[in-house]
């Protein structure tokens, strides 16, 4: 078996994969460190014998440290963190690798292939797009995420509360929630269909779309381009990562 696990900064997601590199356990856990403490109450039935290689992606590192002592403890393997492999086999870094969070790279290795070009878009704390053409990661735009942007909103705005985002029919709101959601909603249809649109002008190139995250249901049948959606994205490019650990 391999331990998998996608440390974001909202929540931390660990699967287990077996030899035939399908997920047979999913578990999702809020990235704090009261909660990382308890990791054990999730995995305590799991017979550790039987894991051969254990690799993350993370971009909170306090989260990963409690992750690493705890799987290193348990099966005696090196808890591997996806920069820490050699990836120039699988994918061409066109920027400073330093800085590009490693769960954005595992997004990219997931779909690589020398004969399509993709912008993966992920709608996570930020809301990402990363563009990939053939195996070469070129880069990507960072922009607010919805939730972060609509929970700042409320916070900020005494007269506004809480709001959850749902798909909006009438772009002209009626009262308070439905203009936020208005807003939202159409906004980032909008900054999304804009985005990629100036994505394929600057490269002259065409694109398959991928969209993953939280918010990637809501999206995928109400912008003008063509999407896929794969929730598994970041995790299926480390079972393919995984492959480089010997």
């Given at each position: 078996m391999i331990i998998l696990g996608d440390i974001g900064n909202s929540e931390t997601k660990i699967c287990i994969v077996n030899n035939k590199f399908k997920i047979i356990k999913k578990v999702l856990v809020p990235s704090s460190q009261k909660k990382m403490k308890e990791i054990n109450s999730y995995f305590k039935n799991l017979d550790f014998s039987k894991v051969n290689k254990i690799l993350f992606c993370s971009v909170v590192p306090s989260i990963f440290k409690i992750v690493k002592n705890y799987f290193e403890k348990k099966t005696n393997l090196k808890c591997y963190e996806l920069k820490e492999l050699d990836l120039r086999s699988i994918l061409k870094i066109d920027v400073n690798y330093k800085q590009v969070g490693s769960d954005r790279l595992a997004n990219a290795i997931s779909v690589s292939n020398k004969k399509k070009n993709y912008v993966i878009l992920d709608f996570g704390t930020a809301t990402t797009f990363d563009v990939l053409i053939g195996t070469n990661y070129k880069g990507g735009i960072i922009s607010p995420g919805i939730k972060l942007s609509l929970n700042t909103l409320s916070d900020k705005a005494s007269l506004i509360p809480k709001i959850d985002l749902k798909k909006m029919s009438k772009v002209i709101g009626r009262d308070t929630k439905s203009a936020v959601r208005s807003g939202f909603f159409w906004g980032y249809a909008?900054?999304?269909?804009?985005?990629?649109?100036?994505?394929?002008?600057?490269?002259?190139?065409?694109?398959?779309?991928?969209?993953?995250?939280?918010?990637?249901?809501?999206?995928?049948?109400?912008?003008?381009?063509?999407?896929?959606?794969?929730?598994?994205?970041?995790?299926?490019?480390?079972?393919?990562?995984?492959?480089?650990i010997k």
């Amino acid at each position: 078996m391999i331990i998998l696990g996608d440390i974001g900064n909202s929540e931390t997601k660990i699967c287990i994969v077996n030899n035939k590199f399908k997920i047979i356990k999913k578990v999702l856990v809020p990235s704090s460190q009261k909660k990382m403490k308890e990791i054990n109450s999730y995995f305590k039935n799991l017979d550790f014998s039987k894991v051969n290689k254990i690799l993350f992606c993370s971009v909170v590192p306090s989260i990963f440290k409690i992750v690493k002592n705890y799987f290193e403890k348990k099966t005696n393997l090196k808890c591997y963190e996806l920069k820490e492999l050699d990836l120039r086999s699988i994918l061409k870094i066109d920027v400073n690798y330093k800085q590009v969070g490693s769960d954005r790279l595992a997004n990219a290795i997931s779909v690589s292939n020398k004969k399509k070009n993709y912008v993966i878009l992920d709608f996570g704390t930020a809301t990402t797009f990363d563009v990939l053409i053939g195996t070469n990661y070129k880069g990507g735009i960072i922009s607010p995420g919805i939730k972060l942007s609509l929970n700042t909103l409320s916070d900020k705005a005494s007269l506004i509360p809480k709001i959850d985002l749902k798909k909006m029919s009438k772009v002209i709101g009626r009262d308070t929630k439905s203009a936020v959601r208005s807003g939202f909603f159409w906004g980032y249809a909008g900054l999304i269909d804009n985005i990629i649109d100036l994505i394929k002008k600057e490269t002259k190139k065409s694109f398959k779309i991928i969209i993953t995250g939280g918010f990637s249901k809501l999206f995928k049948n109400s912008i003008k381009t063509k999407v896929k959606q794969n929730i598994d994205i970041t995790i299926n490019g480390l079972i393919k990562a995984s492959k480089l650990i010997k």
